[in-house]
């Protein structure tokens, strides 16, 4: 029951594309998660926040675990999100996740009450008792109940609780829990869900990263952990620097995750409408977005540049889709001899 | 398919009693509507925070709301919550209540994700056009994405849209609320779900509440809104202050709705455990929270004051259920001779 | 040493009228004093959050205590902010505002520092020891340390603790003090320092309010209060309603407090420039809302509307400004007959 | 008008010892200072946090940078604190800890009101004109208003503001202004006041640190700060993991900075009692937490471990103190043959 392998390197938490009448894109998200192997990831970690797990039905997770893990096919582990309405749907997913094939449960805290320590203790406490594959915890205080560093300890006892995916972004917090746990747990692993600060997070003793970004730029995110892990310091954070813009673009442009998925889009996948509705200022805001991280992807080399070009960036998102916008228009009057 | 009345009084968000197994106790769970139409709630609002609804599976919520609309029977309206995973399995259950008998749905604001007012403002509108039965928006800041004033006086354009529970506690936003919509909807329903300020919510224009407090006291809740009603606000002043010991015993002593669940069952129902599981300690918390609720009740008059009797209450939960432990445990010792 | 008499009614927390140079212009806030006795307030209540104290020295808060003290001559109580770098000089502004003539001192919670509540507590005691004038608690939570109840109870067991002016507008939290206070010391005294929710702390048993906005439309305060006590509650709910767009105005429009000099400005007092500098940016804004409160103020009866007329407003005080800019400059471009 | 050095390594934000009658012991402060100086800080930063600046008049604010610029006579810099009430008394403040020979000042946000980032640029724009010194900004957002990235930027562009002290803690925050500053102005300096992430802060660009912690083991800092320049990072990682447990003791252990305080006074100074009076049990509690720190600085090699002997810690600062007590208890009844 011992766990075989150490988690490392950059999980992807995938998007799921969608069909227009909103049914799940299957095919779409198999070539997509072919795409995001060819491009260096070393696993998948499909029913993130990322993922819209939330906004599923319990049958459609269970259906893109599936999907994912036979893509996979063993290729890259597959981390995948368990959590459901209560520990015994939770523990349920656990198992047929372990019959699909996948290398680990990760399991957010509870969320919509906002419980204390000792209740999310024992909620993971049952799954850890329970499971039957490996389980990472799954912290997120922004959306979900904190899992604070006491309660990690008591919960790195299980031998089934494997490790930790902490996407508070807060250094501290992660100094604090690697120095408490990994000397109990030498194999417990640490991941990092706050790219905004990997490389410091990799250099300060994490085994890797869980990073929306990564779905979007995966050589990129590649090229970042392999630079940290060789310790190339200098180049790493230049890449660090570089990726805060694109970071921006995609996490305080929109209502996370639609702005991840409309970088996903700019990579070359139909991801479709997201299950959240766009209001009709909604739609035009996504379509300025749209242009203005066309133009942040190709400094990356990782796209051309929209056919107008690309009007210079001031770093607010929200003056940038103005900008582009009327470069835009302006493009066109051009073309048509209007100007 | 206009609604037909307004809601008004006092809606109780029933907590959902289980077996042993974790399984509906449907038997109890009527036996325990019959006792609140009795004691004269004036409405019941079951799947709402009290009743633990995203702990249920989606088969499960739906079974909760038959059973609630069967035994209720007419006798009074079911304001059924209906919110799921998704804008389309929300209409979906928005339909199946509405044949089912409800009343209203209510739909809470999208939750986990933070979204911005647009966003509120386009999840509830798609819900709005496409519903078959009346919607009152629930606002409830602390767990969900929050609507905003300008949001509910966009989302009150749609007569589908009847009404809001805000769970807010905060005065001057339901007198906002209540100025900015009235005029253009004078059938719009305001109902507090913050029972800490009741009566003046009452007094400043609200048509009810739904409060978890009036599936413990139900004959309490009656007695305030008639008072208050009635502009005897002397009296009804009274009521609150007697309230806020119950209040605080309740909401801030267990992870919500633990407290809540803890005091129905002294009311004679056996609610069961939760789906949210105790560790070791908090089930040695919640034995001794039932003693000291129990006092509390009894000096409402509702219930017999425990055997060793109640130790005096200083206010402050944690060191009043200190105080009737050591009371019970001389108790005993005493009984035994051995004091 | 006993209390001689309750503060009850509205006390006004006066801005400070400055000359140009940023010195205080004395003649104009005695000219203010007058103007408000006049218009029927309770109590004066300087150096408060209103009137700026922390932009001032120490030798300019002492004098604006004696201005108010001298210019209100014992017409209406002062309660003079007397909180000062520490304790000990905090206890000299005590005796000397005795001296000066204050009916008693309001001592704000320490801030910068967010305080636990065993110092706030350990904070007042030694000035309710060694005070020689009555002090009332001032508890703004969202600018200082908070006071919370049990603190309260343990402060009120000093005779020279008289009161709290409670600035949370929190309805919830107000009914819970006057319960556990009240018993104890029947002469507490409760001033509600949120205007927006008035009427209903009134009614559930507050003793008065100090309200910036009695500042700016004084009468409308004496007589939203003396409705509230003579019990029509009709029309004074109509008054806590109309209300709002003024407090929104104030309140939201600019930062805390430079709204509410504007407003003062409105009715004929020079308030001249405050001390924290206005970028340029800001004080085009601060001329545009200038414009929309004189047209609100107009509503109220208390002020003329602008030579150019009033654009219609939307309860968005941004979009508003907007609006009446427009409204200003086609109202000019008329009158050139240049439309 | 150009600065002529950058702010690098480590800064001390000095505690100011008291004589028992609250005044100033400037005897004691000049003999800490000379010991800071010789355990090898790189510079001084009186009037911060943690030299409770806000508790002291504008007098002896004065009085501590002249004692402070006299006693450190040019061997280290000082980083004079120099907010006061306004915006006119701070550019006097300005002046005179120019001429005392201040290397520059550093002024912190303005607080108790919540200003929006167009005023604390316009706060800080008139300083920045007007003052004779270079000025570092002081962003501490859990005390005063956030000085956001782009308000760094705008500021950055006045020649007057060389740098930025950043107690937020959050690395993401620090990346992005260093990127988006560096390019425009290298000379900028950052320096982090968050020790608890200080190596990687160090690592991802920042030039150094004003760390409370540095006044109690300077040494240790001085080393850390060291081995992280030289580029041993995985023994700088080990010394930031060792310095969490103090770091907690200090910050989290009393209202800060009493924790600091009392670590102070176990390196041999006699830093008195604090201007913030302490309750009973805050005295007790402020006991029992010295022989706790004790016993943690012991563990760093640089104080004696008490006389009863150390127990295990827990690194929970509430439960350590009552083991210690415990352990001296029954180390004084063994002492007395009572065990």
Redo the contacts between chains.
Sequence with gaps: MSSTRKLTGIFTPNVVPLHDD?SINEHELRRYIDWLIDAGVHGLYPNG?SGEF?????EERQRIIKVCCEQCAGRIPVLAGAAE?????TIKACELYHEYGAAAVAIVS???????P??V???F??IAIHSPIDVTLYNIP???SPIDV?TIKRLAEFERVIGIKDSS????FM??M???VRPMRPDFCFLSG?E??L???L???CDGGTNALSGVVPEFFRHLYDLTRA?R?DEA?EL??KM?ELFDAIVYSA??PEGLRVAVELRGFNVGPS?????E??QIDRAALSRVMQCIIADFGYAKPPAEGCAPRT??IDADRIQQITQGVLARLKERGAL
């Design positions: 909103g926040s939330t906004r599923f039905t319990a309405a209560n520990v015994t749907e509870p969320f919509y009450y906002k419980l204390s000792e209740s203790y024992a909620y406490r049952e922004m959306f979900a006491p972004g807060d250094m501290a100094i604090r690697i120095k408490e706050w905004a600060a490389v410091p997070m250099v300060m003793g310790n310091l954070r660090q620097y805060l209502d996370f299950r959240q509705p766009l209001s200022s909604q770093g607010k």
